[in-house]
């Protein structure tokens, strides 16, 4: 071959090796570099022409006076793996520069008359210092949302006793109540008809009527409670309209205004009720907690997504302290909310401050916009399936002469 093509070939390899971002470096079987990529002089360790002849360890830790170093023990450490494989790896932390290395020791296949002294292995120098700072962030992200789950699950038995212990006194206090009455109605009939006094027979029969229908009314306040049967046979905008007329009858001194702007058809079926309970517990809030005058309820489509927004004028809380749970009465219904709102594919925010009321905005986005997402992931899906990464090629064999160079290197 022409020697300027194989000067041009020697150029482009070494053009090629300088912009790798790892540190490459060829020592020879004393554990002295040969040659070094530009990655040496952009981590300022030196420059690649004064390299040559300097061991390895001198050369990256310039300052370092550590015998134990873990460059000091590379070779010794990775005796066995290169004497088995021909090549070796290894992860540590270097404190001196502060960066996290994957090191890699390659070592050349054999050849008839190659001197091992003159080159004995490229060592390679992977910064990942980033890498693993994100994979030690994910690993306390897995760890905080486990947390998260085991304190939601302790909330959510929280919450469901509560709400059992609702419905039993609504029971035992209401519809008891009005049953124990019926009972003693009857009772009352059955012995004036016993005893042939039946003006009192028809008086107690006609006091039922009244009592009767107020079991009646209860039984159905619970059962909207639980899950308003309009929900099912009339859609979210007609309960959305019981609701404020049910409250505003209920709470006169509070006004409840609504803005809808949405047709029925706009809203998915599975988001009526998320929409429902969102605005039952966010109104129920500014009832107990916001001492408001008013409540501003609005549904309404936006750029192709479905928002609602509840507003009040009450006097507001820390949104803080509330969020981090030390306000166990705004903290559960706050909770539930997002978890709501988040389960159903929404975005959820939340804004509240002392003086100043409290705002709840949750956005769905368009059915259009969700399909193009899942479309999205399967795409991804099925490359990864026709395209999976390639593994890494074979590692040169074992060089018969390997330990007799590592022993000369760590003899130094």
Not at 61 to 74: A, F, P
Not at 153 to 178: C, F, K, M, N, V
Not at 222 to 236: A, K, V
Request: aromatic content about 6%; some cysteine.
């Amino acid at each position: 071959m022409h020697i300027k093509t194989l000067e041009r070939i020697k150029q482009q390899w070494l053009f090629a090796a300088d912009s790798m971002p790892q540190l490459i470096c060829l020592v020879d079987g004393a554990g002295r570099m040969t040659h070094a990529n530009r990655t040496l002089e952009r981590w300022r360790l030196g420059e690649v022409e004064w390299v040559k002849g300097v061991d390895l360890h001198d050369a990256v830790h310039k300052r370092c006076r550590d015998g134990d170093c873990y460059l000091r023990q590379l070779w010794r450490r990775n005796a066995a793996a290169l004497a088995k494989n021909g090549h070796a790896e290894c992860s540590v932390w270097d404190p001196l520069l502060e960066r996290h290395f994957e090191i890699r020791i390659q070592m050349p296949v054999q050849e008839a008359g190659v001197d091992t002294e003159n080159f004995f292995a490229v060592v390679i120098f992977d910064d990942v210092t980033a890498a693993k700072a994100s994979q030690d962030q994910n690993l306390r992200a897995a760890e905080l949302t486990q947390n998260e789950l085991w304190r939601l699950s302790a909330q959510h038995l929280t919450i469901q006793e509560s709400e059992r212990r609702r419905i039993a006194a609504d029971l035992h206090d209401g519809l008891g109540q009005t049953l124990s009455l019926v009972k003693m109605s009857i009772e009352e009939a059955a012995r004036s008809a016993k005893s042939g006094a039946e003006g009192k027979t028809a008086a107690a029969l006609e006091r039922l009527g009244p009592t009767i229908k107020s079991a009646l009314a209860e039984l159905r306040r619970m059962s909207m409670n639980l899950r308003p049967t309009t929900l099912d046979d009339l859609g979210i905008l007609a309960t959305l309209s019981w609701y404020a007329r049910e409250f505003e009858a209920a709470c006169p001194s509070i006004k409840l205004e609504r803005e809808i702007s949405v047709k029925e058809s706009d809203i998915s079926e599975l988001l009526k009720i998320t929409i429902f309970r969102i605005v039952q517990e966010a109104t129920s809030n500014a009832l107990k907690h916001a001492e408001a005058d008013r409540i501003k309820v609005s549904l309404e489509l936006e750029g192709g997504s479905l928002e609602l927004s509840i507003k009040d004028n009450g006097r507001g809380f820390d949104a803080n302290t509330a969020a981090k749970g030390r306000d166990f009465h705004h903290g559960l219904g706050l909770q539930s909310m997002r978890e709501r709102a988040e389960l159903s594919g929404a975005s959820y925010e939340f804004r509240s401050a002392p003086g100043k009321g409290t705002s709840i905005r949750v956005r769905w986005p368009s059915p259009e916009a969700v399909e193009r997402k899942l479309a999205a992931a399967s795409r991804s899906v099925i490359y990864l399936k026709q395209h999976p990464p390639s593994a890494d090629p074979m590692l040169p064999e074992r060089l018969s002469q390997c330990n007799a160079c590592i022993n000369r290197m760590t003899e130094q």
